[in-house]
């Protein structure tokens, strides 16, 4: 792997703080939307929902292993979002070593694993002469806010109140955002946030009733190029682990379409404790 851990994630540490940063405060309030530093990490919430994915801990122990008092004031800090439960995402780096068991000592456990996978800008794909052909891909603005949140919020199950979250940095810097057309429909999303030489992938959904079409191949696809074109060597993104109890289409792709994996990412989860009586 010719990109390291650090840079790796790093990418969709600054994506992530983005997408909250980019919050107009009813969105903010609605959404019970907080993002902060604690130490290293960067700490994202949105407490009135029990959505892990936007629930989380960024970059602990990433450049350096965090002291217990350190590793206190994190738990201390997811406590005070009020959120009800949250993962810390520990990425594998020297700094890291030990800490999921110090973790565990701390009432953490294993929840599961998300995929780091990454992708050098050489040999770009071409789209095939698959279905995905006969399909619409257009990088869209503001115009498209609601239609692009909307299908991320009900591809991912999401309450309708989180549809703003995905779409709110739709014409901001750095971002890319895609829908796939059906004709006059649009069937999936997509987005990319652009950080230098590097760029990340995120936000693809599906319409339940349009999937494998080759829609998100597509999307791939275009992006790849799109990254190439803005001056990026490699691209980034995680996705869920393929196993043989859990059905993780995105995994495979992704590796279809060259990308390598990078690491297994474990996500250890902690709960709010019930107040005592």
């Known amino acids: 792997m010719s990109q390291s851990v650090v840079a790796l994630e790093q ?3 600054q994506a992530l703080a983005d997408l909250y940063h980019a919050a107009g405060p009813s969105v903010v309030a609605d959404c019970g939307l907080s993002v902060r530093e604690v130490g290293d990490a960067v700490l994202i919430a949105a407490t009135r ?3 892990l994915a936007l629930n989380r801990l960024v970059g602990l122990g990433l450049r350096s292993s965090p002291s217990d008092a350190a590793l206190a004031d994190a738990m201390s800090a997811i406590e005070q979002t ?4 949250c993962f810390v995402q520990v990425a594998p780096t020297g700094a890291s070593d030990g800490l999921g068991v110090r973790l565990e000592r701390l009432g953490l456990r294993q929840y599961n694993n998300w995929m780091r996978l990454w992708r050098s800008l050489d040999d770009l794909p071409r789209p095939s002469d698959s279905s995905e052909t006969l399909l619409d891909v257009r990088r869209i ?9 909307s299908l991320v919020a009900t591809a991912f199950d999401y309450p309708p109140a989180l ?3 995905t779409s ?3 014409g901001r ?8 057309f059906e004709g006059d429909t649009p ?4 987005a990319m946030y652009v950080a230098g030489s590097a760029a990340w992938f995120g936000l693809a959904a599906t319409d339940v009733a349009y999937r494998k079409r080759g829609a998100q191949h597509a999307l791939i696809v275009r992006r790849l190029q799109d990254a190439a074109d803005a001056g990026c060597t490699w691209v980034s993104v995680e996705t869920a682990e393929d196993t043989v109890t859990r059905d993780a289409p995105s995994f495979r792709n992704l590796r279809r379409l060259g990308f390598e994996v990078a690491y297994k990412r474990p996500n250890y989860l902690w709960v709010k404790a019930a107040p005592a009586h």
């Open 163 to 165: 549809a703003p979250i």
């Open 168 to 170: 709110q940095t739709i």
């Open 187 to 190: 069937i999936a999303s997509a």
């Open 141 to 149: 603005g503001s115009a498209h806010a609601d239609v692009f949140g």
């Open 82 to 85: 009020g959120s009800p439960r």
């Open 49 to 51: 929902f029990d959505v």
């Open 173 to 180: 810097p750095h971002w890319h955002h895609y829908l796939a």
């Open 11 to 13: 990418a969709e540490i």
